[in-house]
């Protein structure tokens, strides 16, 4: 899952980052609308959180931009503002939910992922797929029944694939679902690795991966 993070004070945006990234996101942060408006513009977003106030004008500026351009990406808007009406406001410019500050890293992180599910059929909990299990808030995969342990970053693989199973995904497609542009020089011969890594621990079930020459990964069920 890849969002966007627009905040501007440091030690709330790290702790942000932090959470979500131990959690397999990739998080770009952009401490002013200016660099917001410039990650938008070379990269599509899951989700994007946006406070309010800013060096440089207010969160809600952007949302109207995207909104209005017909971006419509998942926000969530983060605001130190308890009036009703400022909440409002921002819900009838486009916004998909609010977060009061201060708040609990945790409600985050399950308002993100209730966001980023809606734009997937996948708006339940447990996603089943032939044997294989996977709990998105647990992050837990079984097969079968049979747990099986994969690290943060094979399950940030196995997020991708699962959510798009059936589908041809292209190996740069997932690294950006994967890495954030801090992390770009890692490359992209690291999706093999990860991608032979989760084979060979999902071996035996009747799940695998499929490598389509020229064209990226397919996650296929047996018949």
């Known amino acids: 899952m890849r969002v966007l993070l627009l905040e501007d004070t440091r030690d709330v945006a790290e702790a942000i980052v932090a959470s979500l990234a131990r959690r397999g996101a990739a998080v ?9 408006r410039d990650a938008l513009a070379v990269q599509d977003y899951d989700v994007a959180i946006l406070d309010i106030n800013l060096p440089d004008g207010s969160g809600t500026e952007l949302l109207r931009d995207m909104r209005g351009r017909r971006d419509a990406t998942p926000v969530l808007m983060l605001t130190a503002r308890f009036e009703v009406e400022d909440r409002i406001a921002a ?3 486009g916004a998909d939910d609010y977060l009061v500050k201060p708040f609990d890293l945790r409600e985050l992180e399950a308002r993100v992922r209730a966001l980023a599910r809606r734009a997937t059929p996948d708006r339940g909990g447990e996603i089943t797929f032939g044997d294989l299990a996977f709990d998105p808030a647990g992050r837990t995969l079984t097969a079968a029944g049979r747990p099986v342990a994969l ?13 798009n199973r059936g589908r041809v995904m292209s190996k ?3 690294f950006e679902r994967m890495f954030p542009f801090d992390e770009e020089e890692v490359g992209l011969t690291a999706i ?3 991608v032979a890594r989760v084979r060979r621990k999902i071996e035996g079930s009747r799940v695998s991966i499929r490598t389509l020459r020229g064209l990226g990964y397919q996650l296929v069920a047996d018949a």
């Open 28 to 36: 770009d942060h952009a401490g002013t609308l200016a660099q917001a």
């Open 91 to 93: 819900l009838d410019i």
């Open 151 to 163: 690290t943060r970053r094979e399950l940030s693989l196995f997020e991708v694939l699962i959510a």
């Open 172 to 174: 740069e497609r997932i």
């Open 192 to 194: 093999e690795i990860y």
